[in-house]
Structures are given as structure tokens and as C-alpha cells.
């Protein structure tokens, strides 16, 4: 039992390049979600799901782009990637009442 | 929107107790929980509550609840440097509701 995987753990990116990060999650939760965290910040919602085929924008969508794959995977894709990007990026899955189960993370750097 | 407020830090010595304070807006919130994250890594669930409880013990962990005025509190005893992370605080009414996150508690244990 992994829980919540992630991939990749770091990546650096030129300004305009795309990439994907991936997730997965092994507990059979229906709820997964994207965040990213910034020093100061906290965690922002970028896109959550709530269940298979069914994607929704969080506070800060702008410049990403999300695929639930299917009941295990939920990937978020930067098409056209900036500085302002650069952060700390976490996925979660949650159980309806035991909350949320997070992802290593994925730090990115866009230069 | 719901808020969730928590200072931002905490710092102990080596073996006092330890108390994390947050505060919610959301008075129909049913599960209220405390997340801790180490340097370099994903949050991970603590603990949490149901709203109808008062109190919830765990080894070194006491979380209290005061649901009027919608308080709620995570004390660790005899705190270890191994303590020392950032401590959120969430709460959620479930089902399909997305969980907010308060921006998080450094807390720094002093040998």
C-alpha cells in the first residue's frame, strides 16, 4: 500500500517549456486534488476531482491543466510554463471522513 | 469565503507542552483535523475530530474543541525536537465539500 505517489520529485524548466506531474493514489478514494505551496502562502487549491471523469478549478487554475486519467491517476499539466509557477506542488486524495492523504511533492523551478 | 486562521509561529523548549492554536468560520463544519509536515515533505494527518466531541486524547497529542466559538486546539506534551515542523489545521463538512486549510504553524522546539 504506496498511498499517494508523485513524479516527478523535482524538475527544473526553462520559461515555455510543458511537463506533466503525475499521481496516483492506491486507497480507492473517489477525491483527488492539486495544490501548490509557497513560502508565506500556505497550501492553494489549483484543480481538485471528485470522482472519476469530473475535474473543477480551484482558487488558482490559471496556467495548468488537469486529467483524471481514471479512478487511481489525476495528472497536472503546465502547457506553457513561468517563473511564477515556480513552487512546491502536492497531491492529495481524501477519504470522506478520515481527510486528506498527501503526495511527497514535486518542486519545480521554472527559469 | 470560510476561514481558517492559525499564528504563524510557535517556538517551546525541549520537554514543555505545546499548544497550536486555530480558529474556524464555518459553523456547519463536521471534521475538523491537524496536519504536520516535516521539512522537505507532504503533509500528513495527525489527528482529527468530529464536530459533536469536546476533546480527543492520543498518546502525546489532546486535541480540544470548543464549537462555539469555534476554536479548536492541538496540544503536544513533553515536546521533542522531532516535534519541529509546520502543524495546519483543516476543516471540512464532508461528502463533497472541499476541505479548507489554515496557512500553517512553525513550530520550533528549543533543546
Known amino acids: 500500500n504506496a498511498g499517494v505517489t508523485q513524479t516527478p520529485k523535482f524538475q527544473v524548466l526553462k520559461t515555455g517549456q510543458s511537463m506533466t506531474l503525475q499521481c496516483a493514489q492506491d486507497?480507492?478514494?473517489?477525491?483527488m486534488y492539486w495544490y501548490r505551496q509557497d513560502p508565506g502562502m500556505g497550501l492553494r487549491l489549483i484543480y481538485y476531482?471528485?470522482?472519476?471523469?469530473?475535474?473543477d478549478k480551484g482558487e488558482v487554475p490559471n496556467g495548468y491543466n488537469v486529467s483524471r486519467l481514471n479512478k487511481r491517476e489525476f495528472s497536472l499539466r503546465l502547457e506553457s510554463a513561468a517563473p511564477s509557477q515556480t513552487s512546491v506542488y502536492f497531491c492529495?486524495?481524501?477519504?470522506?471522513?478520515?481527510?486528506?492523504?498527501f503526495g511527497p511533492g514535486t518542486r519545480l523551478t521554472v527559469l | 469565503g470560510e476561514d481558517v486562521e492559525q499564528s504563524l509561529f510557535l517556538s517551546v523548549r525541549e520537554g514543555d507542552s505545546s499548544v497550536i492554536n486555530c480558529t474556524y468560520t464555518d459553523s456547519s463544519s463536521t471534521y475538523l483535523y491537524w496536519y504536520k509536515q516535516e521539512p522537505g515533505a507532504g503533509l500528513q494527518l495527525l489527528t482529527y475530530?468530529?464536530?459533536?466531541?469536546d476533546m480527543k486524547q492520543d498518546q502525546r497529542l489532546t486535541v480540544l474543541l470548543n464549537k462555539k466559538d469555534k476554536h479548536l486546539s492541538l496540544r503536544i506534551a513533553d515536546t521533542q525536537t522531532g516535534d519541529s515542523a509546520i502543524y495546519f489545521c483543516?476543516?471540512?463538512?464532508?461528502?463533497?465539500?472541499?476541505?479548507?486549510f489554515g496557512r500553517g504553524t512553525s513550530l520550533i522546539v528549543h533543546p
Open positions: 486507497m480507492n478514494h473517489n477525491s
Open positions: 483543516a476543516e471540512s463538512k464532508g461528502g463533497s465539500y472541499i476541505p479548507t
Open positions: 476531482s471528485a470522482s472519476e471523469g469530473t475535474t
Open positions: 475530530i468530529f464536530s459533536n466531541m
Open positions: 492529495a486524495s481524501e477519504d470522506s471522513t478520515m481527510g486528506q492523504f
